[in-house]
């Protein structure tokens, strides 16, 4: 073959260059989760939380000044149902959330958050570009695994005994092992979503190295998870796993049946008259579950307090941490039992993201949510398999994970995470849209 001829072959098989606007949008992503993992301000009042969550806004509004030059969305005349029904149900959430702020007791802290919160969701349609096909997408998967994976040798570190190079006048959770990230739970928390897009790759992989790396993400997410003793973590990433392995070996029911105990348990827990014919019933009490819920009763009880109190359109965006205290107080006189926490510490969130998005943006942002995450998750799981392909199993692994640490803890409110899940969301949502299983 001559050389020209050669290399017009290859021209025509080498896939065409990205646009600069999809590679800057790579970049600022990955510098969000990158910050979001690691930046620290030793001389800001909140050192760990205020950097990490500047980095992130930075980047979301950087990468989607970016799209909007060049956004690489599918053609909407070609989305999937699943894909439509998304797609509307984030376009109401936010202009629900815009309603709860007007409507808001509090005007001074739901405008701030409302802003903020908008900034977040932009990640949805920045995941959803064109920017993560290929090596875009691999790029960014591959920051969030050293970001956390750094963050859970660190942390074993310190369980082992080794100190941050920096002194930390106030811990963020029951222990020193909060890394970079300042709180151990939060650290547990990367490290289930990490583990879960391990063992999609582990189970999905062609490629023996690539299984080998899996394997290793899922045994450094477990030796976090159990050197921090963090449960809902341990769940999240378990709950996860049987997921994607179903997924992963056509047994659907399975997933679906995981997702459908998962609802009933939340249902029976947050419905009183379910509530008093189950959990009410076992002999455990209100210390017994107040220890096992680490004294989270007092912020569960206040939020739904918060939401039957306010139920078209709560207190407002970022309202929570500021109403909570009165809602608890009047939850323990209407039922004669306490709900504070031993060392007198109070909850600046619900510890439960559902029931805190009810509390400040009312039942029916709430149930816009949730249809947003089913359909998702439905579509993910009924997706048509690629050969070879393990982006799916991650994407799913990542969500269900956060789906369910969202019950008893509060990943969106943890500039990592929530800009993981976010990215993911979009991300998925492409995928759905172009090419869901009939």
Same mark, same amino acid.
């Given at each position: 073959?001559?050389?020209? =001829? ?30 979001? =993992? ?91 570009? %064109? ?76 490629? %023996? ?13 477990? +030796? ?27 047994? %659907?029911?399975? +997933?679906?049946?995981?997702? =459908?105990?998962? +609802? ?119 997706? +048509? ?41 979009? %991300? ?11």
């Amino acid at each position: 073959m001559k050389p020209s =001829a050669k290399s017009a072959a290859q021209q025509h098989v080498l896939p065409p260059p990205l646009p600069r606007a999809h590679g800057v949008v790579v970049w600022a992503s990955a510098a969000a989760i990158a910050g979001a =993992a690691w930046l620290v301000d030793p001389f800001a009042e909140a050192a760990f939380d205020a950097p990490k969550r500047g980095a992130v806004l930075a980047g979301a509004a950087v990468a989607a000044l970016a799209l909007a030059r060049n956004a690489g969305m599918p053609d909407w005349r070609r989305w999937s149902r699943s894909a439509w029904i998304v797609a509307a149900s984030l376009a109401l959430l936010a202009l629900w959330l815009l309603v709860a702020t007007l409507a808001s007791p509090h005007p001074d802290l739901a405008w701030p958050a409302l802003r903020r919160t908008c900034l977040f969701l932009l990640l949805i349609p920045i995941g959803a570009s %064109r920017a993560f096909d290929g090596r875009g997408g691999r790029l960014v998967f591959g920051i969030f695994a050293l970001a956390t994976a750094t963050n859970a040798l660190i942390s074993l570190l310190q369980f082992a005994g080794l100190p941050l190079p920096f002194e930390v006048t106030q811990i963020g959770g029951r222990f020193k092992t909060g890394a970079l990230l300042g709180n151990e739970g939060y650290v547990a928390l990367a490290c289930a979503m990490l583990g879960a897009a391990g063992v999609a790759i582990a189970v999905g992989s062609g490629r %023996r190295s690539a299984r080998v790396l899996g394997a290793l993400l899922l045994v450094v997410a477990i +030796a976090a998870i159990a050197a921090n003793r963090q449960a809902t973590s341990a769940a999240a990433l378990l709950a996860a796993s049987v997921v994607v392995v179903a997924v992963r070996w056509r047994a %659907r029911r399975v +997933a679906t049946a995981v997702f =459908a105990l998962l +609802a009933l348990v939340a249902t029976s827990a947050a419905v009183p008259p379910l509530r008093a014919l189950t959990w009410a019933q076992a002999p455990l009490g209100v210390e017994g579950y107040q220890q096992l819920t680490t004294y989270r009763l007092g912020a569960w009880a206040a939020a739904l307090d918060m939401a039957a109190t306010r139920p078209w359109t709560g207190y407002g965006p970022g309202s929570f941490g500021a109403e909570q205290q009165a809602p608890r107080v009047a939850v323990e006189i209407a039922t004669r039992a306490r709900f504070v926490h031993p060392l007198g510490a109070t909850f600046v969130y619900a510890h439960e993201d559902y029931l805190q998005l009810a509390a400040e943006a009312g039942w029916p942002a709430l149930l816009l949510a949730l249809t947003g995450l089913v359909a998702t998750l439905h579509g993910l799981v009924r997706l +048509a398999p690629a050969p070879g392909d393990t982006e799916r199993g991650v994407l799913l692994g990542v969500l269900t994970t956060g789906a369910v640490a969202a019950l008893a803890w509060f990943p969106m409110q943890i500039p990592l995470t929530a800009a993981v899940l976010l990215l993911a969301a979009g %991300r998925a949502w492409r995928l759905i849209a172009t090419r869901e299983a009939p």
